[in-house]
């Protein structure tokens, strides 16, 4: 995992834009028109990422599952047999609270899965393993923050994933086991066509419950032409999505179903 980690941060943005602009720095004297043309990459990248108008646009290209109507949660016991909801990370020793927490998209899922849980009577997996390899797992901050925060209990606590292949493929074999086939997915807009991807391969039946949509208006001023720095961050999230819809397919179609 540190080595994974190590080369994914440097190769992708911003990591990989600041790398464009060190080597023109390098170049400047040796190769003048190509420290140029590494500055004018590296620098339009940043650039660009940092527009929320560049986030908004990514993001309608890439938030392609349409968001559940409210009047139909109540129904979807009549579909589906469960809900997941998938994790997104933690934040460590936090002081304020005297623990790790999930994140604040962590956050999000677990209060909309909530949501969807009181509802519609449905039980919930929490999905999600050790961050960074440390415990506890995400899976289970997730459900003890549905239990003290939301009033939602959590049947079952899959804590072995690190991405979300492995998502899909340990809470199948978790529900399979239980007979459930049919369920609510809760992530992420952004996340959600990889994940559907992901536990459709491993021969689940999938109602996606996207949320946290990116591909609205902005609501900046000057149409969110001017720099911001919240949006380098949500640009790397969503380039990330954009690559793992390429790399998905290639490195686990035709891998063996779970169960």
């Known amino acids: 995992m540190p080595i994974r980690y190590f080369f994914k941060q440097l190769l992708l943005p911003p990591g990989g834009l600041l790398l464009l602009l060190l080597v023109a720095w390098w170049l400047r004297r040796r190769a003048p028109r190509l420290a140029a043309l590494c500055f004018v990459l590296g620098f339009g990248g940043l650039w660009l990422m940092s527009l929320p108008a560049t986030v908004e646009w990514a993001a309608r290209m890439l938030e392609s599952e349409v968001a559940l109507d409210p009047a139909d949660w109540r129904n979807l016991d009549r579909t589906a047999q469960a809900i997941v909801v998938l994790g997104a990370g933690r934040e460590q020793a936090d002081p304020g609270w005297g623990s790790d927490q999930p994140s604040h998209i962590a956050l999000e899922r677990l209060r909309y899965a909530s949501r969807l849980a009181k509802a519609s ?18 899976a289970l901050l997730a459900a003890e923050a549905l239990q003290r925060d939301f009033s939602t209990p959590t049947r079952w606590l899959e804590e072995r994933s690190r991405t979300t292949w492995e ?93």
């Open 121 to 138: 009577g449905l039980p919930i997996l929490a999905s999600g393993g050790l961050h960074y390899g440390e415990p506890p797992s995400e």
């Open 167 to 259: 998502n899909a493929l340990y809470s199948a074999e978790m529900l399979k086991t239980a007979g459930v086939e049919r369920i609510v997915l809760v992530t992420s807009a952004s996340h959600m066509p990889r994940s559907r991807w992901c536990f459709e391969q491993v021969g689940l039946q999938v109602i996606a419950a996207p949320m946290g949509f990116l591909g609205v208006p902005n609501g900046r001023p000057f149409g969110g032409w001017l720099p911001e720095s919240k949006a380098v961050w949500q640009s790397g999230m969503l380039l990330n999505e954009a690559v793992g819809m390429l790399i998905y397919p290639l490195v686990y179609s035709g891998r063996d179903k779970a169960g």
